[in-house]
C-alpha cells in the first residue's frame, strides 16, 4: 500500500498554530507530544502513529477525523501502527482508548474510558454542537454537569453537551470502565 501524501496534516496543525499564535514547543506542550515531533510531521519528514495524531487533535479539539479526512472518504488511511491502541490521559486520572473516527455522515470519535483512580475528573470543553454519549459498562461513576449530578451504574448512560463543564466521578473501589461516543457538529 503506498502511503497518503500527508500534507493535509502538516497544513492543518500549522494552520492551528498560526491562528492561536501558539509555538511548536507551546502546541508540542499542550498535546503532550515532543515539539520535534511536531516539526517532523509540519516538515512531512515523518508519518505520526495514530496514537500522536490522537493527541494532537484532542489538544486543538478537533475531531481526530479533520486531521485525516481526505482518506476517509474514498481512500485508506495509513499510519504507523503503535504498540497495542493508543492511550490519551485527560482530565489527571481518565484515560481514553481510541475506536473509530468517522462515518460517512457526521464526525464521531468512539472510545473505551477506564477511571482507575478516585476522584473528580474534568472532561475537555469542545466547541458547541459537540455532543456526548457516557456509558458505564462497570464499576460506578457520577456524572455531573452544571446543573445536574447523577449516579451512573453498568448499564447507565448521559448525554450531554460537551461545550459546557462536566466531570465524571469516581467514589468506589473499583475502577470504572465505559464508552464515550463524541458526535462534532451536532446541534445542541
Given at each position: 500500500m503506498q502511503e497518503p501524501d500527508f500534507g493535509h496534516?502538516?497544513?492543518?496543525?500549522?494552520?492551528?498554530?498560526?491562528?492561536?499564535?501558539?509555538?511548536l514547543a507551546q502546541l508540542a506542550e499542550k498535546a503532550g507530544v515532543s515539539r520535534s515531533m511536531i516539526f517532523q510531521i509540519e516538515g512531512g519528514k515523518t508519518v505520526p502513529t495514530?496514537?500522536?495524531?490522537?493527541?494532537?487533535?484532542?489538544?486543538?479539539?478537533t475531531p481526530v477525523s479533520s486531521l485525516i479526512d481526505p482518506y476517509q472518504n474514498n481512500h485508506s488511511f495509513y499510519c504507523r501502527k503503535a504498540k497495542g491502541r493508543p492511550q490519551l490521559e485527560i482530565g489527571g486520572g481518565i484515560t481514553l482508548i481510541p475506536f473509530a473516527a468517522e462515518?460517512?455522515?457526521?464526525?464521531?470519535?468512539?472510545f473505551e474510558f477506564q477511571i482507575k483512580h478516585k476522584g473528580r475528573f474534568e472532561l475537555p470543553l469542545y466547541p458547541p454542537g459537540t455532543t456526548e454519549y457516557i456509558l458505564v459498562q462497570?464499576?460506578?461513576?457520577?456524572?455531573?454537569?452544571?446543573?445536574?449530578k447523577s449516579i451512573m451504574k453498568p448499564g447507565d448512560g448521559v448525554e450531554t453537551r460537551a461545550s459546557i463543564k462536566r466531570y465524571l466521578?469516581?467514589?468506589?473501589?473499583?475502577?470504572v470502565k465505559g464508552i464515550l461516543v463524541r458526535y462534532f457538529g451536532c446541534a445542541n
Amino acid at each position: 500500500m503506498q502511503e497518503p501524501d500527508f500534507g493535509h496534516v502538516a497544513e492543518f496543525i500549522r494552520n492551528y498554530r498560526n491562528a492561536h499564535g501558539l509555538s511548536l514547543a507551546q502546541l508540542a506542550e499542550k498535546a503532550g507530544v515532543s515539539r520535534s515531533m511536531i516539526f517532523q510531521i509540519e516538515g512531512g519528514k515523518t508519518v505520526p502513529t495514530l496514537g500522536v495524531v490522537s493527541k494532537l487533535a484532542h489538544a486543538m479539539g478537533t475531531p481526530v477525523s479533520s486531521l485525516i479526512d481526505p482518506y476517509q472518504n474514498n481512500h485508506s488511511f495509513y499510519c504507523r501502527k503503535a504498540k497495542g491502541r493508543p492511550q490519551l490521559e485527560i482530565g489527571g486520572g481518565i484515560t481514553l482508548i481510541p475506536f473509530a473516527a468517522e462515518t460517512s455522515n457526521r464526525k464521531i470519535e468512539i472510545f473505551e474510558f477506564q477511571i482507575k483512580h478516585k476522584g473528580r475528573f474534568e472532561l475537555p470543553l469542545y466547541p458547541p454542537g459537540t455532543t456526548e454519549y457516557i456509558l458505564v459498562q462497570s464499576g460506578e461513576a457520577i456524572f455531573q454537569g452544571i446543573v445536574d449530578k447523577s449516579i451512573m451504574k453498568p448499564g447507565d448512560g448521559v448525554e450531554t453537551r460537551a461545550s459546557i463543564k462536566r466531570y465524571l466521578i469516581r467514589e468506589g473501589t473499583t475502577a470504572v470502565k465505559g464508552i464515550l461516543v463524541r458526535y462534532f457538529g451536532c446541534a445542541n
